[in-house]
Nanobody
Framework: QVQLVESGGGLVQAGGSLRLSCAAS????????VGWFRQAPGKEREFVAA????????TFADSVKGRFTISRDNAKNTWYLQMNYLKPEDTAVYYC?????????????????WGQGTQVNVSS
């Protein structure tokens, strides 16, 4: 059974930082693109960042460019989202996701596996 487990969420003041981790088990994603999405209350789930299996290439939502970075450790089957200069509008449940395929994509429909989510709250 494939499981993705997020950790690292919490409460932080605006301007602070958090690092989210996503640990995968049951399947190795070293050759696949993986990413992060988020969903704020009353809003649809939105793309945050993704990283490909090689280079590695990355892509980010405009709202987080310059503040968030994404990385992966294939040996640990784990990927990370480093969030700096957090804003209250970053408050959401953050989900990690993995797909079968190497290409980067922002389309949530192309991600096959999802974590349960971790809450991030940014106070003003």
């Amino acid at each position: 059974q494939v499981q993705l487990v997020e950790s690292g969420g919490g409460l932080v003041q605006a301007g602070g930082s958090l690092r989210l981790s996503c640990a995968a088990s049951g399947l190795t994603f070293s050759s696949d693109a993986v990413g992060w999405f988020r969903q704020a209350p009353g809003k649809e789930r939105e793309f945050v960042a993704a990283i490909s299996w090689s280079n590695p290439g990355t892509t980010f939502a405009d709202s987080v460019k310059g503040r968030f970075t994404i990385s992966r450790d294939n040996a640990k089957n784990t990927w990370y989202l480093q969030m700096n200069y957090l804003k209250p509008e970053d408050t959401a449940v953050y989900y990690c996701a993995a797909r079968w395929g190497r290409a980067l994509t922002t389309d949530s429909a192309l991600y096959r596996y999802w974590g349960q989510g971790t809450q991030v709250n940014v106070s003003s």
